[in-house]
Each structure stands twice: as C-alpha cells, then as structure tokens.
T-cell receptor, first 112, second 115 residues
Framework: SQQGEEDPQALSIQEGENATMNCSYKTSINNLQWYRQNSGRGLVHLILIRSNEREKHSGRLRVTLDTSKKSSSLLITASRAADTASYFCATGNGGATNKLIFGTGTLLAVQP | DAGVIQSPRHEVTEMGQEVTLRCKPISGHNSLFWYRQTMMRGLELLIYFNNNVPIDDSGMPEDRFSAKMPNASFSTLKIQPSEPRDSAVYFC?????????????FGPGTRLLVL
C-alpha cells in the first residue's frame, strides 16, 4: 500500500521559478527520502532527511520535515528545464534493511 | 562504478510464457530490492534481500512470482506463467545498508509487455 501521498500530482512552472512539492505519510518513520525519475529511467536519490531533523539543504534543493503533521516538502529553487521529471517521496523504517515505501509522485514540467 | 545493471531492458512475451528478469547490484551493496511500477499502482516493493537472504516477500503478487539471490552479485525475478496484467516496468535497486546508508540505487529497469 502507498505510504506517501504527494501534492500536487502535476506542476507546471517557468524556468527560474521555484517549485514546491508536498508529501504526506501515515505511520511513524525513521527517515524520508526524495527521488527523481526522468521519463523512461530509473529513480535517482536526491536527499534524505531523518526523523529528528527539520530541514536540510543540498544545492538548489531544500527539504523540510514535520513529524507532528506527518508531512514533508521539497523545494527546488531557480528551476531549470532539466529539472523536468517526476519526484517521489519515500519513507523508510530504518532497521536492518530500511524498507522504503514510495509515494504517488509529482510530475514537474519546467517550461524554458 | 557501473551502477545497478538490469537485463533485459525490454521484454515482449506472450501470455503463459516464463519471464526471467536479471539484476546485478552495485559491488559491496548488501541489500537488494525488486520493485514494479505501473500507472495504476505506482511503485510497489515486491521483495527485498539482505545479505542474499529474502527478508520480506509480502509484496510479491502471487505464486507466479519468485525471486532468488544465489550470490551477492546476482538476483533474478521470475514470472511463470506470465499474464497481461504483469506488464509493467520492473526495477532492481541496491543499498549499502551495512555501511549505515539508507539510500537506494536504482537500475534502469526492465520494461515488460505481456501480450
């Protein structure tokens, strides 16, 4: 079953604008990760935030986590046409193998 | 590093035929995951292995699906007999869990079409 629900399902913006995607989940987690998938390709890991962290940055990416609301957001600043892809959140339970459960994804289109 | 390698990249078969998908994880990674992605159901975890041992196969749809990991550098996912509803993209991912990392590294996927 899906753990994460992403919002919006699709987002279209102009190059240079910021893009914000949200993820909500249902159960307690050890970590939350964001992945990107270009059309016809495998998923690529972007960033991981642990349950005891509130915010994390990596380049043009900013991730927040609110465990009280069971939600996370991914902000991409100064977007580029190359950022066009589907973005998935995935919740991890930690433990020996850190099973991930993926959300439904947000399709981001950045218009040049 | 070659990354996770999957073969074949595309497979077209007829209903009732056996299908075998193959995966070579990144060297040194001790966790391996098989996922299935469809438009209707999104990305589903089918099974995962830790140190070549199946840990959780609760996502395997039914007995027609089986997975093996005979050694640290090879895994197979077999569907026998295949059905049209098995058409999907199947991904393999590996993770260096022993080193404390939770990131999963995905292969390019196998696009399966069952006619």
């Amino acid at each position: 079953s899906q753990q994460g629900e992403e919002d919006p399902q699709a987002l279209s913006i102009q190059e240079g604008e910021n893009a914000t995607m949200n993820c909500s989940y249902k159960t307690s987690i050890n970590n939350l990760q964001w992945y990107r998938q270009n059309s016809g390709r495998g998923l690529v890991h972007l960033i991981l935030i642990r349950s005891n962290e509130r915010e994390k940055h990596s380049g043009r990416l900013r991730v927040t986590l609110d465990t009280s609301k069971k939600s996370s957001s991914l902000l991409i600043t100064a977007s580029r046409a190359a950022d066009t892809a589907s973005y998935f959140c995935a919740t991890g339970n930690g433990g020996a193998t850190n099973k991930l459960i993926f959300g439904t994804g947000t399709l981001l289109a950045v218009q040049p | 590093d070659a990354g996770v390698i999957q073969s074949p990249r595309h497979e077209v078969t007829e209903m009732g035929q056996e299908v075998t998908l193959r995966c070579k994880p990144i060297s040194g990674h001790n966790s391996l995951f098989w996922y299935r992605q469809t438009m209707m159901r999104g990305l589903e975890l089918l099974i995962y292995f830790n140190n070549n041992v199946p840990i959780d196969d609760s996502g395997m749809p039914e007995d027609r699906f089986s997975a093996k990991m005979p050694n640290a550098s090879f895994s197979t996912l077999k569907i026998q007999p295949s059905e049209p509803r098995d058409s999907a993209v199947y991904f393999c991912a590996s993770s260096p869990r022993d080193s404390g990392q939770e990131t999963q590294y995905f292969g390019p996927g196998t696009r399966l079409l069952v006619l």
